[in-house]
T-cell receptor, first 115, second 110 residues
């Protein structure tokens, strides 16, 4: 069974540009999460989807960040326009049953560098 | 607000030695996770600790949970080079969010 995959693995962009990150969860997982690790600090929650619905986006830093999950399968996280402080590693995770609090499985992350 | 403190941040140890990584958290939780991450790879789930006094072991790693002290430990026995990685603890405070510690970057020297 394939794990959580993320694309691209690395992205280097200039301040003011737009970047779109993609996450493919484990097949059949309704729950999809985005997290971010900035500057070697702790990994922080950004938002949570159940199927195509946003359940909680309280961790999104500001309105430059837009997450979507059309059709309840893969998800994208767009940063527009990117700022220097957006640099970090963006992780995606998925789980099967939120009510049962099943373990979240993480992808390898996308390393974003904004210059 | 739940906070998780993990220490040490960096750990360099000789092969064959023992050491412990600590994970303290600030509010009640009944579920704690340990993950391992190798460079460029996914966070790999190592242990899920579900109750006070829970102890789990896998190879040279043993994790324990004391919910009263709000403390989890990850003990490394007779370290080998293959254990070099970054280790994270994460606490589930009853929601779907995980609150992570800062991670411990472990380097085992031959």
């Amino acid at each position: 069974e394939a794990g959580v995959t993320q694309f691209p693995s690395h992205s280097v962009i200039e301040k003011g540009q737009t970047v779109t990150l993609r996450c493919d969860p484990i097949s059949g997982h309704d729950n999809l999460y985005w997290y971010r690790r900035v500057m070697g600090k702790e990994i922080k929650f950004l938002l949570h989807f159940v199927k195509e619905s946003k359940q909680d986006e309280s961790g999104m830093p500001n309105n430059r960040f837009l997450a979507e999950r059309t059709g309840g399968t893969y998800s994208t996280l767009k940063v527009q326009p990117a700022e220097l402080e957006d640099s970090g590693v963006y992780f995606c995770a998925s789980s099967s049953d939120r009510e049962a609090r099943e373990t979240q499985y993480f992808g390898p992350g996308t390393r974003l560098l904004v210059l | 607000e739940l906070k998780v403190e993990q220490n040490p941040l960096f750990l360099s140890m000789q092969e064959g030695k023992n050491y412990t990584i600590y994970c303290n958290y600030s509010t009640t939780s009944d579920r704690l996770y340990w993950y391992r991450q190798d460079p460029g790879k996914s966070l790999e789930s190592l242990f899920v600790l579900l109750s006070n006094g829970a102890v789990k072991q896998e190879g040279r790693l043993m994790a324990s949970l004391d919910t009263k002290a709000r403390l989890s430990t990850l003990h490394i026995t007779a370290a080998v080079h293959d254990l070099s990685a970054t280790y994270f603890c994460a606490v589930d405070a009853g929601t779907y969010k995980y609150i992570f510690g800062t991670g411990t970057r472990l380097k085992v020297l031959a």
